[in-house]
């Protein structure tokens, strides 16, 4: 069913930017959901952000709403993270994953069976 993979972690300061990047090999990303989430040191996996394959709706989790922006380039069958003002908090591992059927009701309600074809994921670090 092929695989995701993401990539543009690394280390910032309180404040900073990244934009992390889901690639699709294998299949098109056009006609399915497509989320982010993290899994911070000691913490469980949570949701952080979806979009729907119609690119009209979107879900943030509330810690990173107005600080992080969920995009597809289906040129690229991309779909990126950007995020902005990055706080010490948002330090983890970053994976994407996809769905045809499923949904991001909350960081902890997003039905983790539904997800699938989880890449690698890219650690991002927020450190001063």
């Known amino acids: 069913q092929g695989q995701l993979v993401e990539s543009g972690g690394g280390s910032v300061q309180p404040g900073g930017s990244l934009r992390l990047s889901c690639v699709a090999n294998?299949?098109?990303?056009?006609?399915?959901?497509v989320g982010w989430f993290r899994q911070g040191p000691g913490k469980e996996r949570e949701g952080v952000a979806c979009?729907?394959?119609?690119?009209?709706?979107?879900f943030y989790e509330d810690s990173v709403k107005g600080r992080f922006t969920i995009s597809r380039d289906r040129a690229n069958n991309t779909v990126y993270l950007h995020m902005n003002d990055l706080k010490p908090e948002d330090t983890g591992i970053y994976f994407c994953?996809?769905?045809?059927?499923?949904?991001?009701?909350?960081?902890?309600?997003?039905?983790?069976?539904?997800?699938?074809?989880w890449g690698q994921g890219t650690q991002v670090t927020v450190s001063s």
């Open positions: 979009i729907n394959s119609g690119d009209r709706n979107t």
């Open positions: 294998g299949f098109t990303l056009d006609y399915y959901t």
């Open positions: 994953a996809k769905t045809s059927t499923g949904w991001m009701n909350s960081g902890t309600n997003y039905g983790s069976n539904s997800w699938g074809a």
